[in-house]
C-alpha cells in the first residue's frame, strides 16, 4: 500500500496516563506512523472499564494535541473484544491500517502476534509503580492525587464528563450488588 513503517500499541486506556503518553512518544521515535488501539472497546461504565471508547478516543486525540504531536503521525481506532482469541490479530488486523511491529506489554497480546510472525517490541515500562490505569482509578476512588499522573487534558474531560462522580457511583454499585 505504501512504504511507512508503522507500529500499533492497543491498551485498554482505562484512562490514558503519563506513562501511555511516554511510550507513544517512544514509539514515534521508532515508526512513521503509530496505530492506537482503543481495546475493550464495547466495555464501559465498569469499575474496571469507566470510560466509553468514545470518551477515550477524545482523551486520547487532546493528549496527542497537548503534546503537539503531528496529526498525520496517528490513527485511534476503537476495537471490540471478540470471543476468540485465536482469531484477534486477524480481527486487529481487518480494523487497522497495515502495521508491522506491535508494541505490548500484555503477555496475552504479545503471545498471539508473535504466533502469528509479527515483530513483537515490549516497550519500557515508566514508572509502573504509579502509571497504571488501576492506580488512577484507585486514586480517584480514594481522592488522592490522581491529576499528577494525567495530562491536563485528560483532567479537564474527566471534569466535562463527572468522571469521578461516575467512577464513585459504579463503587458504590460494586458494593450494594455484593
Ligand atoms: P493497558 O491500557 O493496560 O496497557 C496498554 C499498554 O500500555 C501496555 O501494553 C503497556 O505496554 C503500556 N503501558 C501501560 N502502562 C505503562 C507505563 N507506566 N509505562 C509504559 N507503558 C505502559 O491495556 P491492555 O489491557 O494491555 O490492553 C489490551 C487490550 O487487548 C484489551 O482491551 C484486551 O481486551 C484486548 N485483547 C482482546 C482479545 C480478544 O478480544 N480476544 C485478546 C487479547 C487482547
Known amino acids: 500500500m505504501d512504504s511507512k513503517v508503522r507500529g500499533i500499541l492497543i491498551g485498554r486506556l482505562q484512562p490514558i496516563h503519563k506513562g501511555h503518553i511516554q511510550v507513544i512518544r517512544k514509539i514515534l521515535d521508532e515508526v512513521d506512523e503509530i496505530v492506537i488501539g482503543i481495546g475493550s472497546a464495547q466495555l464501559s461504565h465498569e469499575l474496571k472499564d469507566p470510560f466509553t471508547a468514545g470518551e477515550r478516543i477524545v482523551m486520547v486525540s487532546q493528549v496527542l494535541a497537548e503534546e503537539n504531536i503531528d496529526p498525520g503521525r496517528y490513527y485511534i481506532i476503537p476495537m471490540e473484544d471478540i470471543n476468540y482469541n485465536a482469531l484477534w490479530t486477524a480481527h486487529v488486523k481487518m480494523m487497522t491500517p497495515p502495521f508491522s511491529i506491535v508494541y505490548s ?20 515500562l515508566y514508572d509502573r509503580l504509579h502509571l497504571s490505569g488501576s492506580e488512577v482509578r484507585r486514586r480517584i476512588l480514594e481522592d488522592e492525587n490522581w491529576e499528577e499522573l494525567l495530562a491536563d487534558s485528560t483532567i479537564e474531560i474527566m471534569k466535562e464528563i463527572n468522571g469521578v462522580e461516575r467512577l464513585k457511583n459504579l463503587s458504590e454499585k460494586e458494593i450494594s450488588d455484593m
Open 105 to 124: 506489554g500484555n503477555p496475552l497480546v504479545k503471545q498471539l502476534f508473535i504466533e502469528e510472525g509479527y515483530i513483537v517490541k515490549n516497550p519500557p
